[in-house]
Structure formats: C-alpha cells, structure tokens
C-alpha cells in the first residue's frame, strides 16, 4: 500500500525533482541523519517509532505515535508538522501546520527545511515547498529515509519516474531498505514492468515477513497486473497478520469490485467501513461501496449512496469528502444539467469552512472544471466550457502542478476531440495517459490519425487498467465488451 500526499510543483517538468542539482549547495549537516531538536528522550523516541510507522504504512498509528510525541514535548516541530502532512481531519491539519511555523524558529536549519516543505506544499506555495525539499536533499545525502519521504510524495502525485530515481538513491544508501523497495516496486508497475516490479516485492516481503504492508502492496500489483486471484490471496494474507490492517480488506473490496462480484464487493467494503480508523477514510471507503452500483449500472441506488456520503460528509466538516463524492456522482449522470448541478455543489463544497489545505483544494477544484467544461460542452453551452477551460489554463499556467495539468489537457483533448481536430487533440491527450477518458479518446484519435502502432499501445494500456476509480468503472468494462478500433 501506498497514499497519495499533497500535490507536487515543479519549476519545469524535466529538471524539477533533481534535488541535488536543483538546491542551493548548502552546507552539508554534521550528522548522516537529520536531526530532531527536542529535550524528551521519551518525545524522541515516539517521534522515531511514527517515522517507522509511516514507512510500514501504519498510517493512523504514526499519527498517534506523533500525537503521543507533542502531548510529551509540545515544542516538538517536526512531529506538528508530520501531523499536519498525514492527517485527515481539516482543523487538525490547520492546527498542527501553524503550531510546527511557530516553532521552526527554534529547530535545527535542516529540521527548518523539512516544515518550510510541508507548510509551503499545503498553503499553496509549492513551489517554495519543492525547492525546500531539495535543500534538506542536499544538506542530508545519505539520510534514506529523506529520500523515502520525498519519492513517496512524488509517487502520490503520478511522478513515478522522479520517484523511482529517489529510491534508488535510497537504495544506494541501504540497499535492503523496505520503504524503498516497496515503492520501488509501484514505480516499476506504473510503468507496466510487472516482472521487475514483483522482484523487488520478492525483496520486500522476504525483509519484512510478519509485517502486512508487503503483503498488501503485493495484492495492489497483482491487481494492476490482472491477477486478480493472487490479489485477494495477499490481501488475505496481510489481514491474517493484522486483522485491523484495514486497507487490505478495501483492497478485496476493490479487487472483487474490478473482477465483476459487486455483491463480494459491497460485503467487503462494509467491513472496512465498520472498522475504518478515521471519518474520512470511512467516508471515502462509502464512496467505494457506493461505486459497486455503478458498475452495476444501477444508478438510483448509487445516487441514493452518494447522497448519504455527502450529507454525512457535511454534517461532519470534511469537506473535501463531500466535494469528491458530488463529483463522482456528477460523472455518471445521464443529463448533463443533473451532472452540472452536483458539480457546482461540489465546488461550494470546497469553500465551506476555508480548513482544506490550499493544494487539496486546487486538485479537487481541477476534477470538478475539468468534468464541468466537458459536460457544458456536451449540453452545448460552449460560453460555459470555454470559461472552465480557461480557468483551468490559468491553474496550469500557474502552479505547474501534475494534477491540474492533467485536468487541464484532459479537458482540452476532449474538446478538440469535439470539434474533430484530432491531430491538435493528441498533443494535448497524450499529456494526461492515466485517465481512462482520455486514452478511450487516444485511441479514437490514433485511428483517425493512422497511428496503428500507438493505438495498439494505447488500447492495450486502455484494457489493462485495473484500477478501483470511477473513470475505470465508466469506460473500461465497456471497452473491454467491444471490438478493437482497428
């Protein structure tokens, strides 16, 4: 298992994650590790075990080993910050990153360096952020664990290729480092090398054999691969080691979701639900559950399931779940107007208590333009679309952040594809490949185009998405069904 972070700003797409060439040639720190700067051997102590924590993908628990931390030494810096990087709960969050600003002044400058990247992330200076993070690279080249850190949070913005050279430089520290093999691993089956990817799983499991977490990641890429038989046997495997390890049971939620058994499904997911550590995961394990009457295509129930989500999601301030569950019900609506009214509400969603850090919301207010502009368009309000698309634009133009640009070429290829202009279309579909929409249309366009060897490509990668999203949900068994476009 892996979780996505925050979003990730580069100064350009090629050169922006090249931490050593791209920092400021600091001083290197006096100490292989960066250091923590408290006066409690016991705050020290519970600090170190949430980092453990967070790399064995005990994501709840290291939020209470920090917890544990600041209540033992409240000038802890380091450990308000990580709160703030992994939480789930928005005045948590807000609470926490003001707390670690406040007493950065007080720590050590590499200490500095990683709250300047997490705080300047969420308050929407990314670019500040990665420039941060590059430094404390510097300061620290043979801390795998900073190395660890900064590829996970690319990995969680679709960097697979800057993450994986991350944990190689890890690797290169400590080459039987688990948290780098495992994310290793995600990096090699994002890009579809399946038989390099399960070498370095091998590894990982063999490292850590009473640990879930390998297990878990294993069941994720047999998915991915289209074993989906042998994913169920890992995800079964990481809860015989812990029962409460609750993203394997999600993951045979999401895997008998994607091999057709919608009622195993919705069995697997309750338990999840039931056992969820936090009221965002439960809301976003709903969302799951209530997906399974979409690929049923029973959409009054799945609307009768997205309306509790985010009536309860509002009652209980977690905005950006409401947000995200308004937009997922937009996406498979029939009628364009139905569509655009969820989308609106859940862009009012995102501004209701002001506590969703200022990069979460951009992510999710990119979604939300990029589905509106496509369905204005369909409706045939192109005053509308264009105004969604612009404003995406300007976002790209902006903040260069992955997320948004995808969104933003997501909607312009699809718009293009409207006006039959394929050959500009593909300059911008081909910038936005992880979302099944989008290579349906690549696919359209390569045969319009005469591209035969890339529509191959394209509608192979189509059909071998196994991925528990709503886009996989609405497009890949439908394609699957059909003949190739050939």
Known sequence: MRRSIYAVVVLTLCACFAAPAFAHHLKQGDSVSLPVTTSSPQARALYE???????????????????????????????WAWIAFNG??????????????????????????????????????????????????EMY???????????????GEEGADQAQKMMEKALVVDKNFPAALNDLAYSYA????????????????????????????????????????????????????????????????????????????????????????????????????????????NFAEADRSFEEIVETAHAKDQDLQEAQGYRQMAEYQAEDATALKYLQEGEDALGHTHRISLSDKADELSRILRIRAIRAAHAGNTVLADACLKKLEDMADSSRNKVILGSYNGAAGTLLMNQKKYEEAINYLEEDQNNPFTLELLVQAYYQTDQTDKLHDVEARLRGTNVPTMEQALVVPGVRQQRPHI
Request: proline share 4%.
């Open 141 to 155: 080249p043979r801390d795998k664990h900073l190395f660890y850190l900064a590829g996970n949070w690319l990995m």
């Open 88 to 137: 789930s709960d928005p005045k948590e969050i807000s609470d926490a990153r003001e707390k670690a600003k406040a007493l950065a002044p007080k720590t050590t400058p590499g200490e500095q360096l990683m709250i300047e990247w997490i705080v300047k992330v969420q308050e929407g200076d990314a670019i500040g952020g990665i420039s941060a993070m590059n430094d404390m690279l």
């Open 190 to 297: 994002r890009n579809r090398e399946f038989d390099k990817a399960f070498a370095a799983m091998d590894r990982y499991v063999a490292l850590l054999p009473s640990e879930p977490n390998p297990q878990d990641s294993y069941g994720e890429l047999k998915r991915m691969a289209g074993d989906f038989e042998g994913s169920l046997q890992h995800y079964r495997a990481a809860l015989k080691i812990d029962p409460d390890f609750v993203t394997s049971q999600v993951g045979l939620g999401d895997t008998y979701a994607l091999m057709g058994n919608q009622e195993q499904a919705r069995a697997e997911y309750e338990k999840a639900i039931r056992f969820a550590h936090t009221e965002a995961d439960r809301l976003s394990y709903q969302m799951q559950k209530a997906m399974t009457w979409v690929r049923d295509q």
């Open 49 to 79: 075990k949430g980092m453990q924590d967070y790399e064995n993908l005990y994501l709840e628990r290291c939020n209470d080993d920090w917890r544990a931390a600041v209540k033992a030494d409240p000038n802890l810096a380091v450990a």
